[in-house]
């Protein structure tokens, strides 16, 4: 017989009750956007690291298997 699983509430307020629409810290400039507009901050690694360092695995990968193939069935 399968378990009975207990309902689980929903988590977000109804019709945005006791949701405030200011941020909790002032923000810089006094909340006006003077600063360069369209700047993102460097967060993200390169792409360029992750290509190679995924052909280099997939390479790793390849040399291994070749390794382990029997000649025998060749």
Known sequence: MPAVA???TSTIPEEGADVSTTPPVPLAGGGSQTSSAGELPNT???PRMLFLT????TL???GLRLRTVDADEY
């Open 6 to 8: 207990a309902a689980q």
């Open 44 to 46: 993200g690694s390169d």
């Open 54 to 57: 995924g052909l280099a695995l």
């Open 60 to 62: 790793v990968g390849f």
